[in-house]
Nanobody, 124 residues
Framework: QVQLAESGGGLVQAGGSLRLSCAAS????????MGWFRQAPGKEREFVVA????????IYTDAVKGRFTISRDNAKNTVYLQMNNLKLEDTAIYYC?????????????????WGQGTQVTVSS
């Protein structure tokens, strides 16, 4: 059974950067589609980015295009989210998710496995 563990969250000033990590254990996730979602206080969980385990295709929500980058290191069974030029509205709990399908999806219900989340707080 796959388990996901996020790390790398924290407090950062607007304009700063953070790199989140999502370490998978239990089995390799190299063929899984991996995604990042976030949930701000009082809001629903929303899609951020996903990468296909089949061909590396990525999809980003418009709000983070050009600022966030997803990558994966299959040797380490880990997925990363590099976040640059952070804005106040990026403040949220960030969740890593995995699905066995090869097509990246933006809908959270299509992901089977979730991590516990890591808090990202952007201050002015």
């Amino acid at each position: 059974q796959v388990q996901l563990a996020e790390s790398g969250g924290g407090l950062v000033q607007a304009g700063g950067s953070l790199r989140l990590s999502c370490a998978a254990s239990g089995r390799t996730v190299s063929t899984y589609t991996m995604g990042w979602f976030r949930q701000a206080p009082g809001k629903e969980r929303e899609f951020v980015v996903a990468v296909s385990g089949r061909d590396g295709t990525t999809i980003y929500t418009d709000a983070v295009k050009g600022r966030f980058t997803i990558s994966r290191d299959n040797a380490k069974n880990t997925v990363y989210l590099q976040m640059n030029n952070l804005k106040l509205e990026d403040t949220a709990i960030y969740y890593c998710a995995a699905r066995t399908g090869g097509v990246p999806q933006t809908i959270s219900k299509l992901y089977d496995i979730w991590g516990q989340g890591t808090q990202v707080t952007v201050s002015s």
